[in-house]
Nanobody
C-alpha cells in the first residue's frame, strides 16, 4: 500500500510561517522525486516546489521563490515544505506527490509526472 500523507496545514496570519510534512509509507522515498502542488478554489492545480531523488536538486515556482524551502529526510521517509512570509494568495489545499527517478526545473512541476499523491492539507492565510 503506497501512501503519502500531508500534515502541518492550518490557519496563519499574513507574514507567518508553516511547515508542511509529507510522510511516505509502503515505499522508500530515496529514489523518488517529490513535488508539492497546491489548488485554490476556482483555480487549476499549481506546481509549487520539487526536489530530485539522488542529488536533492530543488526547484520553486516564481510565486514562492525566496519564501518557501523544500527539503527531504530520507531516514524519516519524509519531505518538508517550510513556508515563510505567507501571503493570502498562498491559501490553498497543498498536496505532495512522488515520481520515481530524477526530475529537474519546470519539468519537475508537471502534474503528469506524478502517480502517487497525498490527500492534501489546507493552508489558510488570513488576518
Amino acid at each position: 500500500q503506497l501512501q503519502l500523507v500531508e500534515s502541518g496545514g492550518g490557519l496563519v496570519q499574513p507574514g507567518g510561517s508553516l511547515r508542511l510534512s509529507c510522510a511516505a509509507s509502503g515505499f522508500t522515498l530515496d529514489y523518488y522525486s517529490i513535488a508539492w502542488f497546491r489548488q485554490a478554489p476556482g483555480k487549476e492545480r499549481e506546481g509549487v516546489s520539487s526536489i530530485s531523488s539522488s542529488d536533492g536538486t530543488t526547484h520553486y515556482a516564481d510565486s514562492v521563490k525566496d519564501r518557501f524551502t523544500i527539503s527531504r529526510d530520507n531516514a524519516k521517509n519524509t519531505v518538508y515544505l517550510q513556508m515563510d512570509s505567507l501571503k493570502p494568495e498562498d491559501t490553498a489545499v497543498y498536496y505532495c506527490a512522488a515520481s520515481y527517478g530524477n526530475y529537474y526545473g519546470d519539468y519537475a512541476l508537471t502534474p503528469g509526472l506524478y502517480t502517487n499523491w497525498g490527500q492534501g492539507t489546507q493552508v489558510t492565510v488570513s488576518s
